[in-house]
């Protein structure tokens, strides 16, 4: 069993739409949990970071916890072009020393 | 600026030619790490390193290896490159902070081995 599970998509969803992104893990320890945007042929990049259960909304973006179900999420308000990119999704170990990344949800917005 | 700086960024090689990605951080960061990036299997840890001195294997450590002799600095080995190496690799160091397990990237290394 994979430690960090995502749907590959593609997703697309239109220009001003909610994209719902998800994500379950497998260690019942991990306290930290992280969303990466990666344009193609870059680098990721941290969108959002969360560590208790619940939502955490910074601008459009909201990311949602909830450790009973080992399930994180990422919800993108009102999708721009820009946003097209893969999503990553990201655990950190219960001992903090390793990062256990999904394959990566590729999201596509049309104009 | 805080930056991650690797080099090479491409490179072509034959298998059994020793090469080394070099790895170098200016936000003395104690962590830092070294990814590879394949389709279909994502991000995988090969070494990571909690300070100088200390380093210890992530989850696909073979063929690899790792030097931590100052904090800047976090050399990939690969001491007889194979086929299979063949990959996109990052570099990632990680701010101290207690609040964010933020991991700040390279621009990555594409390796050929042909």
């Known amino acids: 069993q994979k430690e960090v599970e995502q749907n590959s998509g593609p997703l697309s969803v239109p220009e001003g739409a909610i994209a719902s992104l998800n994500c379950t893990y497998s260690?019942?320890?991990?306290?930290?949990f992280f969303w990466y945007r990666q344009y193609s042929g870059k680098s990721p990049e941290l969108i959002m970071s969360i560590y208790s259960n619940g939502d955490k909304e910074d601008g459009r973006f909201t990311a949602q916890l909830n450790k009973a179900s080992q399930y994180v999420s990422l919800l993108i308000r009102d999708s721009q072009p820009s946003d097209s990119a893969t999503y990553l999704c990201a655990v950190q170990s219960n001992t903090g020393n390793q990062f256990y990344f999904g394959t990566g949800t590729s999201l596509t917005v049309i104009p | 600026e805080a930056q991650v700086t690797q080099n090479p960024r491409y490179l072509i090689t034959v298998t059994g030619k020793k090469l080394t990605v070099t790895c170098s951080q200016n936000m003395n960061h104690e962590y830092m790490s070294w990814y590879r990036q394949d389709p279909g299997l994502g991000l995988r840890q090969i070494y990571y390193s909690m300070n100088v001195e200390v380093t210890d294997k992530g989850d696909v450590p073979e063929g690899y290896k790792v030097s931590r002799k100052e904090k800047r600095n976090f050399p990939l080995i690969l001491e007889s490159p194979s086929p299979n190496q063949t990959s996109l690799y990052f570099c990632?160091?990680?701010?101290?902070?207690?609040?964010?397990?933020?991991?700040?990237f390279g621009e990555g290394s594409r390796l050929t081995v042909l």
């Open positions: 990632a160091s990680r701010s101290p902070r207690v609040d964010t397990g933020e991991l700040f």
């Open positions: 260690d019942r320890g991990s306290q930290s």
